[in-house]
């Protein structure tokens, strides 16, 4: 995977809590690391924190190709990969400079505020996601 799928990108700083005794990043730091990006992209869309949509994780998958260390810049790229009727899958990873270290997709379903019950994805987070993505969302 490269950066171009990629219109967004996270900059985020390896922290010397998230690495074990050699200073490299700890694996379960990855997937945190992404959903910091989501947050980060659901901003970029436009939305503030009270009228952001809503969303549980229904799947996590992460891949590894490399190593973060303390202090590293890092380059999360966040994109949605797919659209469906109460779900979106988001596609991430995590580059430093060009070197690609970690990606992964979640699943997230569309819940109403406050609740667990699912609905359909807002309309505006659609819209919104359409207007920023250069590589358009497979739709489900």
């Known amino acids: 995977m490269t950066r171009s799928p ?78 469906g009727r109460k779900s979106c899958q988001m596609a991430f990873a995590a580059f430093r400079g060009d070197t690609l270290l970690a990606e992964g997709v979640n699943t997230y379903v569309a819940v109403a505020r406050g609740t667990t019950q699912t609905q359909a994805l807002e309309p505006a987070w659609i819209e919104r996601v359409l207007d920023l993505e250069k590589t358009p969302p497979a739709q489900k």
């Not at 980060?40 to 436009?46: F, M, Q, S, V, W």
């Open 6 to 83: 990629f219109t967004f990108f996270h900059p985020l700083r390896v922290r010397w809590n998230e690495c074990d005794m050699q200073g490299i990043v700890f694996n379960v730091n990855y997937p945190l690391y992404f959903d910091i990006g989501i947050w980060e992209y659901t901003r970029a869309l436009g939305f503030e924190k009270d009228a952001a949509p809503e969303f549980v994780t229904a799947r996590i998958e992460c891949d590894f190709r490399g190593s973060a260390r303390f202090d590293d810049e890092l380059q999360i790229g966040v994109r949605c990969a797919a659209l």
